[in-house]
């Protein structure tokens, strides 16, 4: 077994992980298996918010990661690199998301 | 118009999804692993945080001033291709025949263009410019216009500019005949009883009956030519200078070039980020645009 594991790390290596990185997949993996779950067993129907488009949640979490992106990108460019605040700003972009698009 | 959703079928998929972990997850990871490190080579790498995000977003160092700098460069290459590939499309569209033979033949010519592969589109232009040999090139210069795409800025954006033009200007030419071909001869007929001049009949038929193809034109011509990469390269190859480098030019100078593994990563991302925006604004509009004709009682 430590062979194995030895092996893989060495195969992985190109790869570059860094545990910060491991932990952002590890939240979007967990996110995407907790609304796949969720679609399983409570199925819903798509609506129309703010943006004029149809959303299902699957929808909104795609907008609020992908605005989260650029919220922090912003805050990177314009504020510096302390990302605590725009974090807490993506928070609160995400609930306006889940509850008006 | 709203129906439940079954994810089962999502489980089709998943033989799709493996694949695609190999070709696209796994080295879009490696370069998030990348764009927190740096490297000298040799597997070693050294945590940098958010360090080259913040140079990559400041243009006042080097790699902010040549991103922004090829970020512009790309933006002001769509809008030109676009401002003169979308009209000159409409135009091409409504002067081409109805009917008869000469359908099928406008058809084949206007498609040649697309069927060229795309280096060998920048071959053929970068031997038909060349102010030396090139029938292009020589024939302006003995004319006595000062032409060298291989040094002068202005002459290069306007041979890729062309280029482009010559290249995908079919595409939006061929959208809109089709969203031409699907207006019924009675909106004509009922023109011609009111009397409505030609131009009347473009703004209140034509025009409102291409939207839908239009849009696709603009977003599909927008993202291709934001992503450029082949044409230039082998035309220019980003010169002279940096003044044709795209972003996508930029990026492989940077990673294979340079061999700077984080900022490439850094600024891949970013630029990943814009692409994948935009992909959502044309899959948002595409799917909608058909959604809100079905609701309104429209023919699609």
């Given at each position: 077994?430590?062979?194995?594991?030895a092996?893989?790390?060495?195969?992985?290596?190109?790869?570059?992980?860094?545990?910060?990185?491991?932990?952002?997949?590890?939240?979007?993996?967990?996110?995407?298996?907790?609304?796949?779950?969720?679609?399983?067993?409570?199925?819903?129907?798509?609506?129309?918010?703010?943006?004029?488009?149809?959303?299902?949640?699957?929808?909104r979490?795609?907008?609020?990661?992908?605005?989260?992106?650029?919220?922090?990108?912003?805050?990177?460019g314009?504020?510096?690199?302390?990302?605590?605040?725009?974090?807490?700003?993506?928070?609160?972009?995400?609930?306006?998301?889940?509850?008006?698009? | 118009?709203?129906?439940?959703?079954?994810?089962?079928?999502?489980?089709?998929?998943?033989?799709?999804?493996?694949?695609?972990?190999?070709?696209?997850?796994?080295?879009?990871?490696?370069?998030?692993?990348?764009?927190?490190?740096?490297?000298?080579?040799?597997?070693?790498?050294?945590?940098?945080?958010?360090?080259?995000?913040?140079?990559?977003?400041?243009?006042?160092?080097?790699?902010?001033?040549?991103?922004?700098?090829?970020?512009?460069?790309?933006?002001?290459?769509?809008?030109?291709?676009?401002?003169?590939?979308?009209?000159?499309?409409?135009?091409?569209?409504?002067?081409?025949?109805?009917?008869?033979?000469?359908?099928?033949?406008?058809?084949?010519?206007?498609?040649?263009?697309?069927?060229?592969?795309?280096?060998?589109?920048?071959?053929?232009?970068q031997?038909?410019?060349?102010?030396?040999?090139?029938?292009?090139?020589?024939?302006?210069n003995?004319?006595?216009?000062?032409?060298?795409?291989?040094?002068?800025?202005?002459?290069?954006?306007?041979?890729?500019?062309?280029?482009d033009?010559?290249?995908?200007?079919?595409?939006?030419?061929?959208l809109?005949?089709?969203?031409?071909?699907?207006?019924?001869?009675?909106?004509?007929?009922?023109?011609?009883?009111?009397?409505?001049?030609?131009?009347?009949?473009?703004?209140?038929?034509?025009?409102?009956?291409?939207?839908?193809?239009?849009?696709i034109?603009?977003?599909?011509?927008?993202?291709?030519?934001?992503?450029?990469?082949?044409?230039?390269?082998v035309?220019?190859g980003?010169?002279?200078?940096?003044?044709?480098?795209?972003?996508?030019?930029?990026?492989?100078?940077?990673?294979?070039?340079?061999?700077?593994?984080?900022?490439?990563?850094?600024?891949?991302?970013?630029?990943?980020?814009?692409?994948?925006?935009v992909?959502?604004?044309?899959?948002?509009?595409?799917?909608?645009?058909?959604?809100e004709?079905?609701?309104?009682?429209?023919?699609?």
């Amino acid at each position: 077994m430590d062979d194995f594991t030895a092996h893989l790390a060495e195969n992985a290596a190109w790869m570059a992980w860094t545990w910060q990185t491991g932990l952002f997949f590890v939240i979007i993996a967990s996110l995407l298996i907790v609304f796949t779950l969720v679609a399983l067993f409570k199925p819903e129907r798509a609506r129309v918010g703010v943006l004029g488009i149809p959303t299902t949640r699957g929808d909104r979490l795609f907008i609020t990661l992908l605005g989260s992106a650029f919220i922090n990108l912003a805050w990177l460019g314009l504020a510096g690199p302390d990302l605590g605040w725009a974090l807490a700003l993506c928070l609160v972009y995400a609930l306006a998301v889940f509850r008006f698009v | 118009m709203e129906k439940p959703i079954n994810n089962r079928a999502w489980l089709l998929v998943a033989p799709v999804f493996l694949i695609v972990a190999f070709s696209a997850i796994l080295p879009i990871m490696t370069v998030v692993n990348y764009s927190v490190q740096d490297t000298f080579g040799n597997n070693q790498f050294f945590w940098n945080g958010l360090g080259w995000f913040q140079e990559l977003l400041d243009p006042s160092t080097e790699l902010g001033g040549r991103f922004f700098a090829a970020l512009w460069r790309n933006l002001a290459f769509s809008a030109i291709i676009l401002a003169i590939e979308v009209p000159l499309g409409i135009l091409v569209a409504l002067s081409m025949p109805r009917e008869g033979w000469k359908v099928a033949a406008t058809l084949v010519v206007m498609a040649l263009p697309l069927l060229i592969p795309w280096n060998v589109v920048g071959t053929i232009w970068q031997v038909f410019a060349r102010a030396d040999i090139g029938l292009l090139g020589y024939g302006l210069n003995w004319l006595g216009i000062d032409y060298n795409y291989t040094g002068d800025t202005l002459s290069a954006w306007i041979t890729i500019v062309v280029m482009d033009v010559w290249h995908w200007t079919s595409l939006v030419a061929l959208l809109c005949y089709a969203g031409l071909k699907s207006i019924p001869d009675a909106y004509y007929q009922a023109a011609r009883i009111d009397g409505a001049s030609r131009w009347a009949i473009f703004t209140t038929i034509q025009l409102p009956k291409m939207k839908r193809v239009l849009l696709i034109a603009v977003l599909l011509r927008f993202m291709d030519s934001f992503m450029i990469y082949t044409e230039p390269f082998v035309l220019t190859g980003g010169g002279p200078g940096n003044a044709t480098t795209f972003l996508s030019i930029d990026l492989v100078k940077l990673a294979l070039g340079q061999f700077d593994l984080g900022k490439a990563a850094a600024m891949s991302l970013v630029y990943n980020l814009i692409v994948l925006a935009v992909c959502w604004v044309f899959y948002t509009v595409m799917t909608n645009t058909g959604s809100e004709r079905a609701d309104r009682g429209e023919p699609a």
